[in-house]
């Protein structure tokens, strides 16, 4: 079992460029979570989803953020028109079932997005 | 909303000693608690989960307790080494979300 999966591990974007970030869960998962860590600080929950459907989109910027999680192929975090405070580390976990209750989530390496 | 926090930020201990980081929340309505550890540049790696029926959890020289009722947890690290040094952070699962702390900065030193 290979883990929670992410790519790339670092990308650089340009200002107003868009950000696409992929996450793998663990074999068996189903249930996708997305957090942002800032320098220096914890992380913040993004967006929950399922195959096809989102949960709980309660963390997610109200524009030009965008999560999927298709029924084949990993989730994508899609930032649109980035700007410099979007710099920071981008992770993903993964869980077998419904929340994360009762579950140890998996977390991925992360994408470090670096805006320039 | 929940809200986590983690005394202290920032700890610097010779090697050998025992040491304590604590968590607190404020919502007590948790399904669990979880410790992380994370290296500089590195993702997560899960410690100890503690159900929110728990009381503590043990995994080697790491010991996790959780005190629901006044919305405190403690990570308890014996006979510490260099290579505990790294950030340790604590969650508290609200049910399809973690609530994450600032994070402890542990620096063992030879």
């Known amino acids: 079992n290979a883990g929670v999966m992410q790519n790339p591990r670092h990308l650089v974007r340009r200002r107003g460029q868009e950000a696409r970030l992929r996450c793998s869960p663990m074999k068996g998962h189903s249930h996708v979570y997305w957090y942002r860590q800032l320098p220096e600080e914890g992380l913040k929950f993004m967006v929950y989803l399922q195959k096809e459907n989102i949960i709980d989109e309660s963390g997610m910027p109200k524009e030009r953020f965008s999560a999927e999680f298709p029924k084949e192929g990993p989730s994508i975090l899609r930032i649109q028109q980035v700007v410099r405070g979007d710099s920071a580390a981008y992770f993903c976990a993964s869980s077998p079932t419904s929340g994360t209750g009762g579950n140890r989530a998996f977390f991925g390496q992360g994408t470090r997005l670096t805006v320039v | 909303k929940q809200e986590v926090t983690q005394i202290p930020a920032a700890l610097s201990v010779p090697e050998g000693e025992n040491l304590v980081l604590n968590c607190s929340f404020t919502d007590s309505a948790i399904y669990n608690l979880q410790w992380f550890r994370q290296d500089p540049g590195k993702g997560l790696t899960s410690l100890l989960l503690?159900?929110?029926?728990?009381r503590e959890q043990t995994s080697g020289r790491l010991n996790a307790s959780l005190d629901k009722s006044s919305g405190r947890s403690t990570l308890y690290i014996a006979a510490s080494q260099p290579g505990d040094s790294a950030t340790y952070l604590c969650?508290?699962?609200?049910?399809?979300?973690?609530?994450f702390g600032s994070g402890t900065k542990l620096n063992v030193k030879p």
């Open positions: 969650a508290a699962d609200n049910f399809n979300k973690f609530y």
């Open positions: 503690i159900q929110s029926s728990q």
